[in-house]
């Protein structure tokens, strides 16, 4: 049976990634490489981080392997260092300065490995006014001005998970940054710094909106425009069962076909009329109210009426579309979502469940040939906000 670690699984196999650990962004980019066939040492310190998540249930260590090294012993550096030296890829997601301070910065990671790929995940950047400062996703998608466009315009934005900062705005970017970093690290052998910066990643998403914006067709308010719940062929309806159903019937032959299935027929404004678009989402939401989820699913299925349930967490494996792909897999008793993207030639899997804290040492100083991980020493835990 294939392992975390094992060859030969992915586009990414061969390429050695050194993950200092961490919670969050960093941690799922991680993931996200050891999922592309990336063989990915996870560096946990004694105690570990953690959101009170026990190791076997932390999905984003799945595919990967751990040693821990206290990095303020005396020779934990000097740990990090040697798996440095064999490294392609090396993810931190401490604040800036940090990992200067515990020896295993840019400058002396490169002194021992000039190819070296470093890749640096933080909210607010390595610079700027509020580098140094604590923050979470919301702060980080916030100032972005992304944040601004979620939501009822009668009520304080949406909280959308930390779904589009920490992952969107921030993991993915640093995937994306460190990928294109090594491709140039093979092309002329030179390494460098990935700064990741999730206020950069997220105000990258909003491309688009801003030149809608600068171009008059987006107002700069919630709950007015056509793709943030403005408008009533594009949001969320209720359902006589206490269900929802998405609609996102934007073109014209979709809204037509939508309208039909829904049984308003010619009874409603016509969807140019912006002035009247509070009528039509009245006439469509007492339409939804009539019959349950399951009952509008069966209606609208086989359609291009752009309509679908909106499901729970653990009903979405289930939907016939996501189980037919596998767009979700069982492992060691946890479904999970599987790899994405996926690759003609290449193809990827969950090759191993989450790793466990320190278990796979000797295989690591073995496969990697750093003998001094095998070495003893006393731990000391790292401060917050280390």
């Not at 996200?32 to 105690?47: K, N, Q, S, T």
Request: include cysteine; hydrophobic fraction near 40%.
């Amino acid at each position: 049976m294939a392992v975390a670690g094992t060859p030969g699984h992915g586009p990414l196999a061969g390429v050695r990634v050194v993950e200092l650990a961490g919670i969050g962004p960093g941690p799922f980019a991680g993931m996200l490489l050891a999922d592309l066939g990336a063989d990915v040492v996870r560096v946990d310190r004694p105690g570990g981080p953690g959101l009170g998540v026990a190791p076997e249930y932390d999905i984003t260590n799945r595919n990967k392997r751990s040693v821990v090294v206290d990095l303020k012993s005396e020779d934990g550096p000097a740990r990090v260092l040697d798996l440095v030296e064999r490294a392609d890829i090396l993810i931190e997601g401490y604040r800036p300065g940090v990992a200067e301070r515990l020896g295993i910065g840019p400058e002396t990671c490169h002194a021992r490995n000039p190819r070296l790929v470093y890749g640096r995940m933080t909210g607010w950047g390595q610079d700027g006014p509020l580098a140094p400062r604590a923050g979470h996703d919301i702060a980080y998608i916030a100032l972005t001005g992304t944040l601004g466009m979620i939501g009822d315009p009668d009520a304080p934005p949406t909280v959308p998970v930390n779904l589009l900062g920490d992952y969107a705005g921030g993991a993915l970017y640093l995937v994306v940054g460190a990928l294109a970093a090594l491709h140039h690290a093979r092309a002329t052998g030179a390494g460098q710094v990935v700064d990741a910066a999730i206020v950069d990643g997220t105000a990258h998403l909003t491309s688009m909106i801003h030149g809608m914006l600068a171009a008059g067709g987006w107002q700069d308010r919630r709950g007015a425009n056509l793709l943030d719940g403005g408008c009533p062929f594009y949001g969320t309806y209720e359902t006589a069962d206490g269900g929802a159903m998405a609609v996102g019937a934007l073109e014209p032959q979709f809204y037509a076909e939508f309208v039909k299935l829904l049984g308003l027929g010619d009874r409603i404004p016509a969807r140019e009329d912006a002035a009247r678009w509070g009528e039509l989402r009245q006439a469509i939401a007492a339409r939804f109210r009539t019959r349950t989820r399951d009952e509008w699913t069966r209606l609208f299925d086989g359609s291009d009426a752009c309509v679908a349930p909106v499901l729970s967490l653990r009903e979405a494996p289930a939907h016939p579309h996501l189980a037919a792909r596998g767009t979700f897999t069982d492992h060691e008793g946890i479904t999970q979502p599987a790899p994405a993207p996926r690759f003609s030639v290449t193809p990827t899997s969950v090759r191993g469940g989450p790793a466990r804290p320190g278990a796979a040492t000797v295989d690591v100083a073995r496969d990697w040939d750093v003998p001094r991980l095998l070495q003893n020493d006393a731990p000391r835990l790292l401060q917050d906000g280390d």
